[in-house]
């Protein structure tokens, strides 16, 4: 199925580095969203993004719907142990009367402390 | 609020049987679910959008016969996978849309269920 390009694939960083990770599309989103997930969990719900420019924070977590509606970036400032983690973007469209996402492939985050 | 409850957590079983995985909105009223597979690092692949009292809508390239989705309930939605084959075995993750909620559009994740079948 379709996906969004999603980068980097993996980042290894030390502890109270700062991160960015970011996705594109060559289709237009009503909405982005970025998702955490841990090793054997299901993703869980970091940031929601609505309308294009907008820039959203979640404690140390930012993000950011492309002007374009079609990219968007997570920074996650300070990072600390328990940032580590696979980080997916997703795009949501309208499909009949169904909204439904479209997945990044991830970015495996590894925090060195 | 908005939690998402999967069970069983994970599940062995013997080829040829089938098993059932259920999704429950613990906090809210779900209209629509989705049931997502994942094979290790890849991505979510949605693999059916169910809506609550109609038939569910399958992703292109998955037996609707294969994997039974029945969404009885607006808290409830089951997938059966019948007749599992070793090449079944995945992680299943559900996920619901809660309509009401400060936002309808996001959607809530399960925990997952592990399914090895051998």
């Known amino acids: 199925g379709q996906q969004l390009n999603q980068s980097p694939q993996s980042m290894f960083i030390q502890e109270g580095e700062d991160v960015s990770m970011n996705c594109t599309s060559s289709s237009i989103f009503n909405t982005w969203l970025w998702y955490k997930q841990d090793p054997g969990e299901g993703p869980v719900l970091l940031i929601a993004l609505y309308k294009a420019g907008e820039l959203t924070s979640n404690g140390r977590l930012t993000a950011q719907f492309g002007i374009t509606r079609k990219d968007s970036f997570l920074n996650i400032s300070a990072s600390i142990p328990s940032d580590v983690g696979i980080y997916f973007c997703a795009g949501q469209y309208y499909a009949g009367n169904n909204r439904k996402l479209i997945w990044g492939l991830g970015t495996s985050l590894a925090v060195n402390p | 609020g908005a939690v998402v409850s999967q069970h069983p957590s994970r599940v062995i079983c013997k080829s040829g049987t089938s098993v059932k995985i259920e999704c429950r909105s613990l906090?809210?009223?779900?209209?629509?679910m989705f049931w997502y597979r994942q094979f290790p690092k890849q991505s979510l692949m949605l693999m059916a959008t169910s809506n609550e009292g109609s038939k569910a809508t399958y992703e292109q390239g998955v037996e609707k016969d294969k994997f039974l989705i029945n969404h009885a309930s607006l808290t409830l939605s089951t997938l059966t996978v019948t007749s599992a084959h070793p090449e079944d075995s995945s992680f299943y993750i559900c996920?619901?849309?809660?309509?009401?909620?400060?936002?309808?559009?996001?959607?809530?994740f399960g925990p997952g269920t592990r399914l090895l079948v051998l």
């Open positions: 996920s619901a849309r809660a309509p009401g909620l400060a936002s309808d559009e996001t959607q809530y």
């Open positions: 906090d809210f009223q779900a209209t629509t």
